[in-house]
């Protein structure tokens, strides 16, 4: 830890550094602690491959990750959906903050909604996840794989290269263009991922003093929705790149819903339960073992690694 401030790194991308700008205020506000933004530049933000090609998961995140412990920052900020599952050893979750809108959101030229595209209509998503649930609603549009930030991808349909693109509402919100937006999915339209709309503040798991001062940004309801929410990710063996959508809300119950959608969007696996809030991983091991119950692994490679998460997952048992 900097002895005159914290420095926290960021992507360098116009809505990491919002979202980063606004978790340096709130430490500010809360702790009294000055924060220093770091610009990092992620494999993720380099590479123009689709993110399915190359993984998806843990892209955007890595590059700020070992930032962190070599000791060049210390703290990073990421959209929680793009963090891996599997822990990482010397890095510690040392904040989630209120979740924002979780939901998906259609922007279309015109302000068309999802039923008034025309056949045939495109829609950039660089999303499998959001590919297949659009196909699932309407078979007969045609998803488009794209890169780039939310200004690149809204850009491609103000100029006609896109019938219309989806993106996360929260995003939207923090670059201050939910004026655009044609159409609001609710969750059961469109599962949103895993953590969709909450960020993910990460420390060094040794730094005791940061993740003290972390705990002032902590909300235990969105913490315990969204460990439900990729304890269903990490059972099934998927990364964030999966066709694999859940969203978890209540207290002091959370009700989990969960789905994996078949690549073409013609069969969705759903499953869905309810427990206490304090047993939130325990729920999304549950809620996944159904989904396997149910045939979603056909649309889900579940690597070697984890079999046997998977296998605990059907049993019930604590599966780590």
Known sequence: MSSSRLRLGTRKSPMAMTQSAFIAELITARTGSQVELIGLT????VTRAQLA????????VSGLREALLAGEIDLAVHSLKDLPTLPLPGVALGAVPPRDDPRDALVARDGAKLADLPAGATIGT???RRAAQLLHMRRDIRPVPVRGNAGTRLAKVSSGELDAV?????GLARIGQL???SEVFEPQEMLPAPGQGALA???RAADADVIGLLAALDDPDTRAAITAERAVLAALGAGCSAPVGAYAAGSPFLHLSAGVTAEGGATVVHASGQGPASEAAELGRQVAGELLRRGAGRYVTVPAAHSSAAAHANDGEDAQ
Do not use: H, K, N, R
């Open 179 to 181: 004026e655009v937006v």
């Open 201 to 203: 503040v990460e420390c």
């Open 166 to 170: 989806v993106l996360a509402c929260a």
């Open 126 to 128: 660089g999303s499998p």
């Open 53 to 60: 090609q190359i993984g998806g998961t843990g892209v955007f």
């Open 42 to 45: 992620s494999f993720g933000d």
